[in-house]
């Protein structure tokens, strides 16, 4: 039974010839040559009983049938056109930067593609390119150096000129994030420092992305950290990769659950124990909206001197890193009148 052609890859090539394609069908295997026309390939390849590679012989411009020669008889036809070769124009790169470790898939746009030999950044092949078509090219970028890369593509046709480029990013450090913990709430504002952070696209606290951030400038981005809770190291995404992780913890709310005495007199200085949870980050300690001096004893316990006050009852809270507790009551008392 006679092979069968269902498929040829690419569709076109110049008319000097050179172009592999790829046969893919049925029933190839014994196969005694592939035909453009009246002339033999210029060599093929059986890979399997259902795929040969062929390299097309050097034919004038326009379509020809392509068949597959058997002992059983010839294979149905399909279409090869042969195009006269011209000198490749670039006029798209997208994307048209990434790292400098390689590995970003560029989709290249212009004319003049048909037969492509190979595509080149800053003269280093790529790791793999395809032709789509006549008009693009999708090539894997290999490793480089960090800056402008110039890419040509060279076809049977010639090379193309120099005036499209691709560059690479050096990949961003972080050396800081400050304030480099906040509240599981989030909302709190981070000041990262490092290198190479001009065209962030992400700032993660561990893998949340943060509610916003600004770049500053190629040292410095400003982030609102996200709700969260324990550890979650703040990294960066730029057109470099990914950098590395500095350290943010969140802080849990703290709670105040007992003040010992719970009453004192109208004048400062009794000295008040405040026992709760979460207290080891206190940056305030306040007796109805008034500073209150205090020492940190422990994650659970605080001593503050009560202020000065009118007589009456008055909130306390402690604030710190993971916010303002809701604090209890503390009553002052009027001493007795002469």
Do not use: C, E, K, W
């Amino acid at each position: 039974m006679p092979p069968t052609i269902n498929a040829i890859n690419p569709s076109q090539g110049p008319t000097t010839g050179g172009t592999t394609v790829t046969l893919t069908g049925t029933g190839m295997a014994g196969a005694t040559a592939v035909r453009f026309a009246s002339s033999n390939a210029a060599s093929f390849t059986l890979s399997s009983d259902t795929q040969i590679t062929a390299v097309s012989p050097a034919r004038a411009a326009g379509a020809v049938a392509v068949v597959v020669v058997h002992p059983t008889g010839n294979s149905n036809s399909v279409t090869f056109t042969y195009v006269v070769a011209q000198v490749p124009v670039i006029t798209g790169v997208a994307p048209s930067n990434g790292t400098t470790s390689g590995g970003t898939s560029v989709t290249l746009t212009g004319t003049g593609f048909t037969g492509a030999t190979t595509v080149t950044f800053a003269g280093v092949p790529a790791t793999s390119f395809m032709v789509n078509s006549a008009t693009q090219i999708t090539a894997v970028t290999p490793a480089g150096s960090a800056g402008a890369a110039v890419v040509t593509v060279t076809t049977p046709g010639g090379t193309s000129a120099p005036n499209a480029f691709f560059f690479y990013a050096a990949p961003p450090v972080l050396n800081a994030a400050a304030p480099a913990q906040g509240p599981t709430a989030g909302g709190v504002v981070v000041t990262l420092t490092g290198t190479n952070l001009l065209n962030a696209s992400t700032v993660r606290f561990g893998s949340t992305n943060a509610i916003s951030f600004t770049v500053v400038s190629a040292t410095q981005i400003t982030a609102t950290a996200p709700p969260g809770t324990g550890s979650s190291p703040i990294t960066v995404i730029t057109p470099g990769g990914t950098s590395n992780p500095v350290a943010f913890t969140y802080a849990a709310t703290p709670t105040l659950t007992a003040l010992v005495p719970s009453s004192g007199p109208t004048s400062a200085g009794t000295v008040v124990t405040l026992t709760g949870t979460n207290l080891a980050s206190a940056s305030a300690v306040t007796f109805g909206g008034t500073a209150a001096s205090f020492t940190v004893m422990s994650d659970t316990q605080i001593t503050a001197l009560a202020p000065a006050g009118p007589a009456g009852p008055v909130t306390v809270a402690v604030t710190t890193v993971g916010g303002t507790s809701p604090g209890p009551t503390y009553t002052r008392v009027a001493g007795p009148g002469i």
